[in-house]
């Protein structure tokens, strides 16, 4: 399918009709971070399934909702709930949430996910501020014509995850008591796990953790023009870290243990923007 900007604009448009403000951040819940989502104060809640033009969140741990409120007194609008290649979405599927919340009049944009830590020196619980990323699976999610309302054919990534905003992120940390990391994210498209040589091969790549999620979101935040923070919460230590069998309940409850002090992270971080 070929996007256009009017495609996007029947989303947005829609949305707009749904509230009264203009949301100034826009925030990404990952998995099992729902919980931050109780945190938003006079919520108007929507489901993706009446949003024209969107798309269906299929993962058990992912709400399916867009919430539209305040947080530390910020107006925001968050996905409870993201997409991923591995549900059966095409890589220029995924530009769609992100387009959208720029044509809602979103200035920055906050990604969060669950990931699986490389570095030794990690720990499930911690927290990754992501510098940098590496991407050597898949399609780009700007593949196929270019639609020029948004941004360049060809644009600059050097400083996609903005350098402000991760300092920012750092100085909240202090008053936190989780460990806050900064590294690099590798994106693998999954959805199985990754296997023990991938992931030596991950660490020579100078990866910190991996993920199934995040980066589709930031390229396309980046081709908007769109100041990004992305945020992983480390659930599990990645395969071959440890002489162990992954299991998916380990993100469940890991995510669980942390969802209060991170939803108290999260918010001083968006009151701080």
């Given at each position: 399918?070929?996007?256009?900007?009017?495609?996007?604009?029947?989303?947005?448009?829609?949305?707009?009709?749904?509230?009264?403000?203009?949301?100034?951040?826009?925030?990404?819940?990952?998995?099992?971070?729902?919980?931050?989502?109780?945190?938003?104060?006079?919520?108007?809640?929507?489901?993706?399934?009446?949003?024209?033009?969107?798309?269906l969140?299929?993962?058990?741990?992912?709400?399916?909702?867009?919430?539209?409120?305040?947080?530390?007194?910020?107006?925001?609008?968050?996905?409870?709930?993201?997409?991923?290649?591995y549900?059966?979405?095409?890589?220029?599927?995924?530009?769609?949430?992100?387009?959208?919340?720029?044509?809602?009049?979103?200035?920055?944009?906050?990604?969060?996910?669950?990931?699986?830590?490389?570095?030794?020196?990690?720990?499930?619980?911690?927290?990754?501020?992501?510098?940098?990323?590496?991407?050597?699976?898949?399609?780009?999610?700007?593949?196929?014509?270019?639609?020029?309302?948004?941004?360049?054919?060809?644009?600059d990534?050097?400083?996609?995850?903005?350098?402000?905003?991760?300092?920012?992120?750092?100085?909240?940390?202090?008053?936190?008591?989780?460990?806050?990391?900064?590294?690099?994210?590798?994106?693998?498209?999954?959805?199985?796990?990754?296997?023990?040589?991938?992931?030596?091969?991950?660490?020579?790549?100078?990866?910190?953790?991996?993920?199934?999620?995040?980066?589709?979101?930031?390229?396309?935040?980046?081709?908007?023009?769109?100041?990004?923070?992305?945020l992983?919460?480390?659930?599990?230590?990645?395969?071959?870290?440890?002489?162990?069998p992954?299991?998916?309940?380990?993100?469940?409850?890991t995510?669980?243990?942390?969802?209060?002090?991170?939803?108290?992270?999260?918010?001083?971080?968006?009151?701080?923007?």
């Open positions: 399918m070929t996007y256009t900007c009017e495609f996007f604009q029947k989303s947005a448009d829609f949305l707009r009709a749904q509230v009264d403000f203009t949301p100034e951040t826009g925030i990404v819940l990952g998995s099992c971070l729902g919980p931050f989502a109780q945190a938003i104060e006079h919520p108007v809640v929507v489901d993706y399934a009446g949003i024209p033009n969107f798309l969140s299929t993962v058990a741990s992912h709400a399916g909702k867009l919430i539209f409120g305040t947080v530390a007194g910020k107006r925001v609008v968050c996905m409870s709930g993201r997409f991923h290649s549900e059966g979405y095409r890589f220029e599927e995924l530009v769609i949430p992100i387009r959208v919340l720029k044509l809602l009049g979103v200035k920055s944009v906050i990604l969060t996910n669950a990931a699986g830590a490389v570095n030794p020196d990690y720990r499930p619980g911690d927290v990754m501020i992501i510098a940098d990323h590496v991407k050597l699976n898949g399609e780009s999610p700007l593949r196929g014509p270019n639609v020029e309302d948004f941004g360049p054919r060809f644009f990534v050097s400083q996609m995850y903005a350098p402000e905003l991760r300092r920012l992120a750092l100085d909240c940390a202090k008053n936190s008591p989780l460990r806050v990391h900064e590294g690099t994210y590798m994106f693998f498209p999954g959805p199985q796990f990754e296997t023990p040589a991938e992931i030596r091969a991950a660490r020579f790549l100078a990866a910190d953790a991996v993920g199934m999620s995040t980066v589709t979101e930031a390229l396309t935040a980046a081709h908007c023009g769109m100041p990004l923070l992305a992983s919460v480390i659930t599990n230590m990645a395969a071959g870290v440890l002489d162990q992954l299991r998916a309940e380990e993100v469940d409850v995510a669980e243990k942390i969802a209060g002090p991170f939803s108290d992270y999260m918010k001083a971080i968006v009151a701080a923007i």
